[in-house]
T-cell receptor, first 112, second 111 residues
């Protein structure tokens, strides 16, 4: 158990829709990162939030956006869904004392 | 940009045999290195990490890895595998504030 939870576990959407995925980090971990893991691939970094501000972004378009809240929860929003957005979305919170990212169980998004 | 290469996409091995999963990284600066395991339909679980100090790192479930700076490698080993070790294993290197992952190695343990 990493103490990182994500909801929902599974989600099915259609092309063009919008989706919000949620993550609850470990208490005291004020950095959260989001990753996209397509089938058969390693996770790819989407972005990171530190103290409610974006703190780095990977090679993802602006329709991927996020929020971080003071209670250690965060959101990943994806607008105008495309078929290629189908993937497992992973949230990770960082322990500042150990510089280590701890992952949640992920949300499996299917876009039809 | 940093990158990670996992040289084997799949490694079949018999139960109780030793195993090595290979990982090479590209970096010209000091790195932090990680191995994560992913069981089917689950997230990533940290197996072990190298931040500094001893180059031989011991992790959970009997796994260990050796950091080799001259060969830019961080291979994962276990002297005797169990059926329950069947999973996908990811090597990752820290790059600023993010992790860069390899493509993964599926370890299949056969009885």
């Amino acid at each position: 158990e990493t103490g990182v939870t994500q909801s929902p576990t599974h989600l099915i959407k259609t092309r063009g829709q919008q989706v919000t995925l949620r993550c609850s980090s470990q208490s005291g971990h004020n950095t959260v990162s989001w990753y996209q893991q397509a089938l058969g691939q390693g996770p790819q970094f989407i972005f990171q939030y530190y103290r409610e501000e974006e703190n780095g972004r990977g090679n993802f378009p602006p329709r991927f956006s996020g929020l971080q809240f003071p209670n250690y929860s965060s959101e990943l929003n994806v607008n105008a869904l495309e078929l290629d957005d189908s993937a497992l979305y992973l949230c990770a919170s960082t322990s500042a004392s150990t510089d280590t990212q701890y992952f949640g169980p992920g949300t499996r998004l299917t876009v039809l | 940009a940093q990158s990670v290469t996992q040289l084997d996409s799949q490694v079949p091995v018999f139960e109780e045999a030793p195993v090595e999963l290979r990982c090479n990284y590209s970096s010209s600066v000091s790195v932090y290195l990680f191995w994560y395991v992913q069981y089917p339909n689950q997230g990533l679980q940290l197996l072990l990490k190298y931040l500094s100090g001893s180059t031989l790192v011991k992790g959970i479930n009997g796994f260990e890895a050796e950091f080799n700076k001259s060969q830019t490698s961080f291979h994962l080993r276990k002297p005797s595998v169990h059926i329950s070790d069947t999973a996908e294993y990811f090597c990752a290197v820290s790059s600023g504030n993010k992790l860069v992952f390899g493509a993964g190695t599926i370890l299949r343990v056969k009885s």
